[in-house]
């Protein structure tokens, strides 16, 4: 019995703190609390995102010869069957799974994110593990980044449901999921910070920053002690010779964000099939790719072998345009096609490849005079990520930490202004996620509104200095339920509810109407009253009828406490309601007990259009 009782006291102690923790959680400022789940993510993500790795890298050290990107040296016939049958594995998985299973791409990311609170089926996430594991596998043309930014983003939208954690710190945690991926999969923490803050969230703030970083802080760790410190790309190179260079570097950015919009443009030209079936589009993906690896095996897999070798070394430049064409296609309608993979590190393939093509050109012009071809692939590879995911700084932080070669930071930044110009403002080209969902008809809100509100849980500005009421009450009811000196009076619409049962008042609580009222106006009322000197005071049985007395009165509709406020000014616009009751997110068949003289007990607080106003304008 001792023990019984002191572990239901242990329960109630870390109950009572975790619901403080939650609650804390739906202020705007709440650095620390989201601090510590960031590290929670952080490693969640960082360990979801090594384990693919290794799935996939162990298995290719099995198949393919020397090393695990060496898909060049299998034979014409081995080159052909590897992406067929993994293409047809696929089209066998998709074929019993349902449409919306198939959506795993960084664009469905950013919608569920902004425009579904985040919410990302952990079906999905299963989906994407073992799908993408078998597409990299098999060499199919697509990266390891996209699949791992979607795990991450999963993971932690898993974690914060789990959890019941309010929607707008679930925002937060998103892009510390997204940021730990990032991470754990290039081994580059700051890079994940980025790509985070600009591409997922789309917006900056030391609240977001400090869990993400530090979310980010874990991914790489963990990627750290199980692969190593050893860095993706070797370059041993000297920096540009001479600012006059400089104008060399403003035209490759020219020419780089003409290929990244021709490479944007003729993915969504390929996505225009996309009402096809799954499996007969994932069958010809990988059917090309299997033709392509005819001509050109380099454009199966990540192909990051081959960017090292273009570092250090050279290829004749019609094997290079060569490469480049394949590449491109093969990409664009793999992807367009929904084969599983992210898009990434093709972009930094695609960018070495025209960095290398454009270095030889220079150095055959003026030979010693301008940096070696190697400086060129890289600042391609920066200046094609940045032009087509329109995420510059996030590319700029890629390959500084894919390098550890702080030279290229003056170059990297002029190249990569001058492509996403390019692509924004000459061929309005918002990038490749954006114009992936546009292609599809769905949009993302991301406006300054959204972005606030979406900050701030309505437990934390929802009012409870408020009692609840039948329509019809006493003078002594109504006296009564004054004395506390409440701002609101909830007014329940039904009636006879002393004789529901219990399922009857939790259903009640979310289905019978209700009508707000200043407690102010109550009080005026019975003071009139009570003052008047041509009519007797309020007998202590008469009924007041809450609904004809002189007052000014709001419908209501309800939301649940995890809400954000920009899905309570969702509702009130979808309902013409200027307010909202705040209920918990309980199931009908969840018993709370009930309080007596209160209709029930489940209303938490009352939330206004004015209150939601004033946080904007705040």
């Known amino acids: 019995m001792k023990k019984s009782a002191k572990g239901n006291s242990l329960r109630r102690w870390i109950n009572k703190h975790w619901q403080h923790f939650r609650l804390s959680l739906h202020k705007i400022d709440a650095l620390p609390q989201l601090t510590l789940v960031g590290i929670v993510i952080g490693l969640l993500a960082g360990g979801l995102v090594t384990g693919f790795r290794l799935l996939i890298e162990s298995t290719l050290y099995a198949l393919l010869p020397v090393h695990i990107e060496n898909f060049e040296a299998l034979s014409p016939l081995q080159a052909f069957l590897f992406p067929i049958t993994g293409a047809l594995i696929l089209a066998i998985i998709f074929y019993y799974l349902p449409k919306k299973n198939s959506d795993l791409s960084v664009g469905d990311v950013l919608e569920r994110f902004h425009n579904y609170q985040g919410n990302i089926p952990l079906t999905n996430v299963a989906v994407q593990f073992f799908a993408s594991a078998i597409s990299l596998i098999s060499g199919q043309s697509v990266g390891r ?188 309608f793999s992807v367009a096609m929904g084969m599983p993979g992210g898009l990434i590190g093709p972009q930094l393939f695609i960018g070495a490849c025209v960095g290398a093509i454009l270095g030889t050109l220079i150095n055959g012009i003026f030979p010693d005079n301008v940096s070696n071809t190697g400086f060129y692939v890289l600042l391609g590879m920066a200046a094609m990520m940045g032009s087509v995911i329109n995420a510059p700084l996030a590319a700029l932080m890629t390959v500084l930490e894919l390098t550890y070669n702080p030279s290229l930071i003056f170059p990297s930044m002029l190249i990569i ?117 041509n009519k007797p005071e309020i007998l202590t049985e008469q009924k007041i009828d809450l609904l004809n007395i002189p007052a000014q009165r709001m419908t209501l509709a309800s939301i649940h406490s995890l809400a954000t406020l920009y899905e309570a000014k969702q509702v009130m616009e979808k309902t013409q309601t200027d307010a909202l009751y705040v209920i918990p997110p309980v199931t009908v068949t969840q018993h709370r007990p009930r309080i007596k003289n209160q209709p029930n007990t489940l209303i938490l607080g009352i939330i206004t259009r004015q209150a939601i106003n004033t946080h904007y304008q705040i």
């Open 145 to 332: 980044e996209g699949p791992a930014v979607y795990l991450g983003a999963g993971m932690a939208s898993a974690f914060g449901r789990w959890c019941r954690l309010p929607h707008n710190s679930l925002r937060t945690l998103i892009g510390c999921g997204v940021a730990a991926a990032i991470a754990a999969s290039f081994n580059t923490p700051i890079a994940g910070v980025i790509f985070a803050m600009e591409v997922v969230l789309m917006s900056y703030s030391i609240v977001g920053f400090i869990p993400i970083m530090m979310a980010s802080v874990c991914g790489a760790l963990i990627t750290r002690i199980v692969f190593g410190e050893d860095m993706l790309f070797t370059f041993s190179g000297f920096p540009m010779h001479g600012l006059w260079e400089l104008a060399l570097m403003v035209a490759a950015g020219f020419i780089i964000g003409v290929i990244a919009t021709i490479y944007m443009r003729l993915q969504l030209a390929f996505m225009r099939f996309s009402h096809y079936p799954t499996t007969i589009k994932i069958i010809l993906a990988g059917l090309l790719t299997s033709c392509a690896a005819l001509v050109a095996p380099e454009v199966l897999g990540l192909g990051y072998d081959t960017i090292n070798l273009l570092l250090n070394s050279h290829l004749a430049i019609h094997t290079l345009c060569i490469i480049l064409i394949v590449k491109i296609i093969v990409t664009s």
């Open 417 to 533: 202004v001058v492509s996403c110009i390019t692509t924004r403002l000459l061929f309005k080209c918002e990038g490749i996620f954006i114009e992936q969902l546009r292609a599809k008809g769905t949009s993302l809100d991301s406006s300054p509104t959204h972005q606030i509100l979406s900050n701030i849980g309505v437990a934390s500005v929802m009012n409870t200095t408020m009692v609840q009421c039948e329509q019809f009450v006493t003078s002594v009811t109504a006296k009564k339920a004054l004395t506390d000196n409440p701002l609101w009076i909830v007014i329940h619409l039904s009636s006879n509810n002393d004789s529901a049962n219990n399922s009857d008042e939790e259903r009640m609580a979310y289905e019978s109407p209700k009508v707000l009222l200043k407690a102010a106006d109550l009080a005026t009322y019975i003071s009139q009253q009570s003052d008047d000197e």
